[in-house]
């Protein structure tokens, strides 16, 4: 039972309540670090460290944390994590953090983040809270990589810096520009839109048919 | 001080809520302390060592450098640079031989500041490398700047007299011409003016070539930065 509790908690952030593509949340890094695969993976990356420790300290704290300045606390521990991932990503790959420049300290204005302290970590105990934290964390990856992905190849010919295309490939350079990102996101929001009506109605007409059955 | 009444109960007292935050706020601040103390000598080693790279790169046939300060009107090496003073750096060969400075240049390009280096040859007055340090010039299009090899090329033996100027394309035919990238000419452009705008504020403080500072400490290819 316990078990399937936690696959639960991890698997609705990655798929069924996907933060950006189903919650919409975390829009700014979503549009503006996505321009090449890598970025993405290294955003993707510093949200998940600072998600999971947050989430983490939030939920083990949650009983000492009087709730009159429970925001200001959970703003102090995120910060801390970001400021950590910001030095870190300086000392290891100062390539990748010059490229995400200003958004890794936006992290901290992340709604999704602040979001789960408050919706979730602060609410139950920590093992779900980190279960939370990885699935929400995962399902970012998964939508950040998905969009650069399809802008890097699109736009640069190439996936994590590696060419795909012949010399003639001429870059569709919009799609790494800023307008790329929000054409790229509506479609994407447009397919997930369009897969849960779709499954609304099979389920609809699946209850159906066993009604007339019966 | 902590309140041991259930938690439903009266609002905590001003004093716990003001204790939690400081206690937050302590642990906050001993652990950011510990992550810059702790990662402070890789990122300072790091960036020695993409400037003494970039310092190679703009001039090409240099194997070792030094810092050089203007102070009192002359140019002088120095170990540690005060803080905001301006630099350049000598270039020497391997037999300890003056061959030109890398200057440092900054100033606004199409998006934000672009931070580069130049190799200054002051004897034949020309550039002769140009290496873009930090930019967010617009992605596919200003970052040609440091990109396209073309570009960065023309940099290889670029006259500065009278002043280095942007031509369309395909158009170059003075020695003190360089040809603007399609579709990024304000980057280009911007490059250009950093260039020439430093040369003009150096060019005074500069000794007549021939008397450059000699190389005073060892500072190798290879040689690490100690910090």
Redesign the interface.
Known sequence: MKETESYEEFIKGVWRDNPVFVQVLGMCPMLAVT?SAVNAIAMGMATLFVLVGSSFLVSSFR????K??RI??FI??I??FV??AD??L???V?KVH?EL?AFIPLIVANCLILGRQEAFASRYPTRLAVMDALGMASGFMLALLSLGAVREIL??GALFGVKLFGENFE?W?IM??PPGGFLTLGVILLFFNWFKLKKDEFLQEVAEAERSES | MTDDAPKVAASPSSMRLVLTLAIAGLISGIAIIGIYESTLPTITANKARELREAVFKVLPGVSQMQALVNRDGELVATEKPARDEPVIYGGYDEQRNFVGYAMPAAGPGFQDTIALLYGYRPGEKIVVGMEVLESRETPGLGDKIYKDAVFVGGFSALSVEPEIVAVKKGTKSQPNEIDAITGATISSKAVVRIINETHTQWSGQLPPPGSEPSLVRMESQDAEVGQ
Request: net charge neutral; glycine share 6%; hydrophobic share 45%.
């Open positions: 321009n009983n000492w944390i009087p009159q300045v200001s606390c102090i521990i910060a801390t400021t950590i030095y870190t300086l000392a290891l100062p010059k420049g736009g640069d870059p350079v790494i520009l």
